[in-house]
């Protein structure tokens, strides 16, 4: 049995999330040459889902191949991508504070999806899995959208919050899986890290 996976995220949640469960992990993060934005971009009329699975898929590729440039010990992989859809458009992370703004209004007093894709590689065999939750937003103040902004916790995550943060406040409520919303869902990669003997059954 492996002792231990790579996670191929920066994102802290998912270490944390790891942590919580019992899963020891080592990070495997792109170099400096790689375009990790670049595997974000979204196809013309791509659906959420098919969106957030290959991207998850293509950060998986990636770093399938960082670990054998560096000639690390074998270890399963692991991957994920989260994605915010309101009506079928997916809303990325926002380019600067007013398009947070603009996210947040649209956002506020209606549902949204999230959907959190995981993927593992395991020697020559892949699993995979998805996540999707629904979030209802109350109506949030224009005050309130203002000062989540300036905080800066919207920048840098899908749909301009972060549930585990300040937009906790937001939340009236959700069906699904929290620790997806998150980031990481739990349920889902735990049976894939059962399957691939990193767990115990």
């Known amino acids: 049995m492996p002792d231990f996976i790579y996670l191929a995220s920066q994102s802290p949640r998912r270490r944390q999330l790891l942590d919580q469960i019992g899963v020891r992990h080592e990070l495997l993060l792109a170099e400096a040459g790689e375009d990790a934005e670049a595997l974000e971009a979204v196809l013309p009329g791509e659906a959420p889902a098919a969106y957030v699975q290959r991207v998850t898929a293509l950060k998986l590729d990636a770093a399938v191949a960082r670990h054998a440039r560096r ?50 590689q395991h020697g020559a065999r892949r699993s995979a899995a998805l996540s999707v939750s ?3 937003f109350g109506v949030l103040s224009h005050a309130q959208i203002d000062a989540y902004v ?20 937001f939340v009236q409520h959700i069906s699904g899986s929290y620790s997806a919303i998150m980031g990481l869902p739990l349920f889902e990669t735990a049976q894939l890290l059962r399957a691939a003997g990193v767990l115990e059954p």
């Open 71 to 120: 000639g690390l010990p074998p270890a399963p992989i692991l991957c994920a991508d989260t994605t915010v859809a309101l009506d079928d458009a997916i809303l990325g992370k926002p380019e600067d504070a007013q398009d947070a703004a603009r996210v947040l209004a649209a956002l506020s007093g209606r549902a949204h999806q999230v959907l959190t894709a995981v993927a593992l």
């Open 134 to 136: 629904q979030v209802h």
């Open 150 to 169: 300036a905080s800066g916790e919207p920048l840098g995550k899908a749909g301009a919050y972060g549930i585990q943060g300040r937009a906790g406040q």
